[in-house]
């Protein structure tokens, strides 16, 4: 707890380029609730070398999202806005971690197995031990409250495990976390296939809405959207895509499911879609025309990135030094 406040922990990959499902999904609550807590929104880029990345590539990416997040209205005076790897501590606990962590626990992670399935060639000890770098990420500020997405209870579970039984060892260490999961459930699906997620990784580009696409790619992705059969705008299982198509026009209006049925009635899909584009748009323009703005602002970001990377290896090096301690690492000398 600082200043009064609750800690709040998240933190987002720099791979691939960010959807309007991670907009709606993850950043826009992250803006909604940021002032409530003492925050630390980390772009996770130590994360994504589990996976073979184009080092060029990785760092631009990795610079957008973190300018992405201030776009959002992340004012990064009040949260704590930095690179994962500007931070030696996450490394530093994540060892320290590993040694708490059962490969029989880590053997059981989803993602992991759907990873080495995915990249056969490259199972590497990192994506292995992603988990415990993730609960490093999270412990290390001692958290109290981590928004995550539904595909990442499991490791939220896994490091409130680890928190505990470091605790059970060595006294009240850390803050158990809790999950917090967003209110209205804006699961964005693919404009594609209502079955799957909204993805940054999809091979077909028309199924997501990319942060950056421009106006006339949004509209003419919304156009192309999978629709039903009823011909109406109508808020059930039975319409998939209409329903996505209902829960994306809600997020970016206020309006309920049940105002747009009302609104839309009698009209077809045609002028339905047509309508979700220009909302998407009204949410985007704005949001792109500050990331413009930040981006030609080299020397701002810059500060920003220093100053934030200094204030979190403050915050993490409390932690870090007692849980060295615990496990008898040998004083420093000053
Ligand atoms: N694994 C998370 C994801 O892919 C990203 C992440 C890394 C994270 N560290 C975190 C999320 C800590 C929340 C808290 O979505």
Excluded at 20 to 45: M, R
Excluded at 157 to 163: G, H, M, Q, S, V
Aim: contains cysteine; glycine residues 6%; neutral net charge.
């Amino acid at each position: 707890m600082l200043d009064g406040k609750k800690t709040l922990f998240s933190g987002m990959q720099a791979t691939g380029n960010l959807t309007l499902g991670n907009y709606l999904g993850a950043l826009k609550n992250w803006v909604t609730i940021s002032d409530e807590y003492q925050t630390f929104f980390s772009v996770v880029d130590m994360h994504s070398i589990t996976v073979r990345q184009d080092p060029a590539e990785l760092r631009r990416r990795a610079r957008t999202l973190l300018t992405l997040y201030i776009a959002a209205g992340l004012d990064p005076e009040k949260n704590c806005i930095y690179y994962q790897s500007h931070v030696s501590g996450h490394a530093e606990l994540a060892w320290i971690l590993n040694c708490f962590t059962y490969m029989g626990e880590l053997n059981r992670m989803t993602q992991f197995k759907d990873k080495a399935a995915k990249h056969a060639d490259n199972i590497n000890a990192g994506l292995f031990t992603y988990p415990v770098l993730m609960a490093a990420d999270i412990l290390l500020y001692q958290a109290d409250v981590v928004p995550v997405g539904i595909d990442q209870m499991q490791h939220l579970e896994l490091t409130r495990d680890i928190a505990i039984r470091f605790n059970n060892l060595y006294g009240e260490v850390f803050t158990v976390p809790e999950a917090y999961i967003g209110k209205a459930g804006a699961k964005i699906m693919s404009l594609q296939d209502p079955a799957k997620k909204m993805s940054k990784s999809d091979e077909n580009p028309n199924g997501s809405i990319y942060l950056m696409d421009d106006p006339d790619t949004i509209i003419r992705k919304f156009k192309r959207a999978v629709t039903d059969s009823e011909a109406c705008v109508r808020y059930c299982e039975e319409q998939p895509g209409i329903r996505n198509l209902i829960d994306i026009y809600c997020a970016c209006t206020g309006k309920t499911p049940q105002e747009t049925e009302k609104e839309f009635e009698g009209k077809g899909y045609g002028d339905f879609k047509m309508a979700v584009g220009e909302a998407v748009l009204s949410v985007l323009k704005p949001l792109q025309e500050r990331f413009a703005d930040l981006s030609k602002n080299k020397d701002y970001l810059d500060r920003v990135i220093k100053e934030n990377a200094q204030k979190a290896q403050y915050f993490s090096n409390k932690t870090l030094r007692k849980v060295q301690k615990k496990v008898g690492f040998p004083d420093r000398i000053r």
